[in-house]
Structure formats: structure tokens, C-alpha cells
């Protein structure tokens, strides 16, 4: 069975940094795309990020600059680094991987992200 699981979640002030990981069990399994989403509360869940097998990136426009999606396919770990974070970016975090080979979408259970003063 295909697991993802986050971690690196937590409150954080404004301006601070994050570092969010999702590692993907078993090692061996292979994700065409990975990426991160977030769902504040009232709101639907959108793309913070993601990454290709090749190394192309996107990014949502309202963390461009600020957040930077990096892989270890090695250890099939996906990150997200956060910096100048801001109030609005409080969410839940989703770590997300697609498989072309079972066309499939497979989620993490999420990671709360908190930015308060």
C-alpha cells in the first residue's frame, strides 16, 4: 500500500520559515509528479506546488519567491521549503504524489501550518 506522510508542520510567526517533508513508502515506488496543496478552513484545496520526475517546477502565484519544492528521489522525499511566511498561508499542508503507470492520485494525511504572531 502506497503511503505518504508529512511532517514539519507547526506555528510559526510572521516572516518565519517552515520546512515541510513528505516521505513515500515503499521506497521503491515511483511518482511521476509530486506536490504540495493546502486547504485553509472555508476554502477549497489549491496547488502550493509541485515537481516532475525531470525537475520542472510550478509554483501558485501567491507563493512565488517565497516557497521552493525540491525532491530526493533517492530517498523518494519531497520538500517544501517556506520562507516570509505570511498570516494567509495558515492551512493545512498536503503532500500529493501521480503515478502515470496506475494513473492515480495518492495523498498524505496533511500537516497543520500556522502563522500568528
Known amino acids: 500500500q502506497v503511503q505518504l506522510v508529512e511532517s514539519g508542520g507547526g506555528l510559526v510567526q510572521p516572516g518565519g520559515s517552515l520546512r515541510l517533508s513528505c516521505a513515500a513508502s515503499?521506497?521503491?515506488?515511483?511518482?511521476?509528479?509530486r506536490g504540495w496543496y493546502r486547504q485553509a478552513p472555508g476554502k477549497e484545496r489549491e496547488l502550493v506546488a509541485r515537481i516532475t520526475s525531470g525537475g520542472n517546477t510550478n509554483y501558485a502565484d501567491s507563493v512565488k519567491g517565497r516557497f521552493t519544492i525540491s525532491r530526493d528521489n533517492a530517498k523518494n522525499t519531497v520538500y517544501l521549503q517556506m520562507n516570509s511566511l505570511k498570516p494567509e498561508d495558515t492551512a493545512v499542508y498536503y503532500c500529493?504524489?501521480?503515478?502515470?503507470?496506475?494513473?492515480?492520485?495518492?495523498w498524505g494525511q496533511g500537516t497543520q501550518v500556522t502563522v500568528s504572531s
Open positions: 515503499p521506497s521503491i515506488f515511483r511518482f511521476n509528479v
Open positions: 500529493q504524489g501521480y503515478s502515470a503507470f496506475y494513473n492515480n492520485d495518492y
